[in-house]
């Protein structure tokens, strides 16, 4: 009966561990979406994530340009910077010939996620493989292969741990009417 009983622990255990595991590879990754839709939200009209120049400049490498103090005032509000008298604000206002770039509604953590996004653009981007003979690694392209490989691990791994706990609590149940 105990040896049952802290079977069902370790059961349950393990599938509230899961369930955390889940939750933060879950969070992870809507993390990284939140940061892709934001930018295409509002910036990718203007800006590319590569050097590649839109309306406004493309912002690969933005981060090694500018610091994070500079980048949250000027995307939150590039004409108060420029009117604060800030140099390099000035200097990128007029190589744009005065085209104003309009205040963002973001937060500075928004913003966060949108330089993670820029930092580590789609995979697609990158170019693929340098033409040698290491073609062992696969090119991911758009939906990389694991995603719907994880879903399949996830989802057998969801009966199995319902299954043993079913079995535990089934156990239990059992002997308590036998007693
Ligand atoms: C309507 C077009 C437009 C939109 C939308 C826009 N920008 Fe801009 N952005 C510009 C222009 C144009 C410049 C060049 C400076 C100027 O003319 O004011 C610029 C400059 C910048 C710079 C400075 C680049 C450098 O080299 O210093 C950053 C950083 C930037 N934008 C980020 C963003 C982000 C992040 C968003 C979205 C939240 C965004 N922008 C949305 C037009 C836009």
Redesign the pocket.
């Known amino acids: 009966m105990k040896l049952r009983v802290s079977k069902v622990n370790i059961g349950l255990k393990s599938f509230v561990f899961f369930l955390l595991a889940l939750g933060y590879s879950a969070t992870t990754l809507f993390a990284q979406n939140n940061g892709e839709s934001?930018?295409k939200a509002?910036?990718a009209?203007?800006?590319s994530t590569t050097s590649k120049k839109l309306?406004?400049?493309g912002?690969e490498g933005?981060q090694t340009?500018?610091s994070k103090e500079w980048?949250y005032k000027?995307?939150q509000n590039?004409q108060e910077l420029?009117a604060s008298g800030d140099k390099?604000?000035i200097a990128?206002?007029e190589?744009?010939?005065?085209?104003?770039?309009?205040a963002?509604a973001?937060t500075n953590e928004e913003?966060d996620l949108?330089?993670e996004y820029?930092a580590n653009p789609p995979v697609s981007a990158v170019p693929s493989g340098n033409g040698t003979s290491d073609n062992s690694i696969p090119v991911v392209k758009e939906t990389p292969l694991w995603v719907p490989i994880l879903a399949i691990v996830v989802l057998l791994f969801i009966i199995v741990m319902l299954n043993m706990v079913y079995k535990s609590l089934y156990q239990v149940a059992t002997s308590k009417n036998n007693n």
């Open positions: 934001l930018f509002n910036c009209a203007c800006h309306v406004g400049p912002l933005i340009k500018r980048l000027w995307i590039s420029i390099d604000a990128i206002f190589e744009y010939s005065k085209i104003v770039m309009p963002q973001v913003i949108m330089l820029i």
